[in-house]
């Protein structure tokens, strides 16, 4: 190519700027080849790889089982699913779409909200009926941190500091303290469900909840994707929204 496409050490290689950018390109290249041999290929399914993003509580519950029925109705896809919570460098990655709640920092990519996420306040069965300030927090630090905001369904916000017994970076941790009694945390509402509707959990203060939170689906820039990438999103869209708790 004449020009140097990545730097090598004894420990690792990285990708130069112009090499970032061919990978990019190459990587669109291929895409376009693929899309060309679906529209041509004869007869109506669908075919091919798909290399998804997903958050990673999200990703092993209620998005793996959409996934996973999509797979099931079309024999001949195949799906390479990679959980992170963090920020990805799409064309680097050579994602196809990623699932992500909140911000997708990358303004280049077409970015459509599918749903957002109903957050509650959770708790043991024996939490102590005291005011919500004083009682022990486990706290979500990428959400809440020290800082608690709340709202009423008329849209009155409760905020409040706290200290917390526990700060995590995972619901599934925080899940787990909750349940062993260390205290109450803001958790979504389809991973605590079930365990509300049977006991195992509480709601200390059900008027108030913590704002929603955006689920989101990042896919390449332009208009023009492979047949089996649409039908995904909009089967992972559907699915997500009409089986598994996450809101419109």
Not at 132 to 157: C, H, K, M, Q
Request: glycine share 8%.
């Amino acid at each position: 190519m004449g020009t140097v496409l990545a730097h090598r050490t004894t420990h690792k290689l990285t990708l130069t700027s112009e090499g970032t950018a061919l990978l990019a390109q190459a990587r669109g290249l291929v895409a376009q080849w693929r899309e060309l041999e679906e529209s041509n290929r004869a007869g109506s399914d669908l075919r091919g790889d798909i290399r998804a993003f997903a958050p990673t509580a999200l990703g092993q519950g209620v998005l793996i089982k959409a996934a996973t029925q999509f797979l099931i109705d079309h024999s001949g896809v195949s799906i390479d699913w990679r959980l992170t919570d963090r920020p990805i460098r799409f064309a680097e990655e050579g994602c196809d779409c990623w699932f992500r709640v909140g911000h997708v920092p990358d303004q280049s990519l077409v970015v459509r909200e599918i749903g957002s996420i109903e957050r509650l306040v959770v708790g043991h069965p024996e939490t102590p009926n005291r005011s919500l300030e004083d009682l022990p927090w486990v706290s979500l630090g990428p959400y809440e941190g020290e800082r608690i905001a709340l709202f009423d369904e008329n849209g009155t916000e409760r905020a409040f500091s706290v200290g917390p017994r526990l700060t995590v970076d995972n619901i599934f941790a925080s899940l787990e303290a909750v349940r062993q009694g260390l205290g109450i945390a803001i958790l979504p509402h389809w991973l605590v469900k079930d365990l509300l509707k049977s006991g195992e959990l509480v709601a200390p203060a059900p008027e108030w909840r913590a704002a929603s939170l955006p689920l989101r689906v990042a896919l390449p820039p332009g208009t023009r994707r492979p047949d089996r990438l649409s039908r995904f999103v909009e089967s992972m869209t559907d699915a997500t929204i009409a089986d598994f708790g996450i809101a419109t």
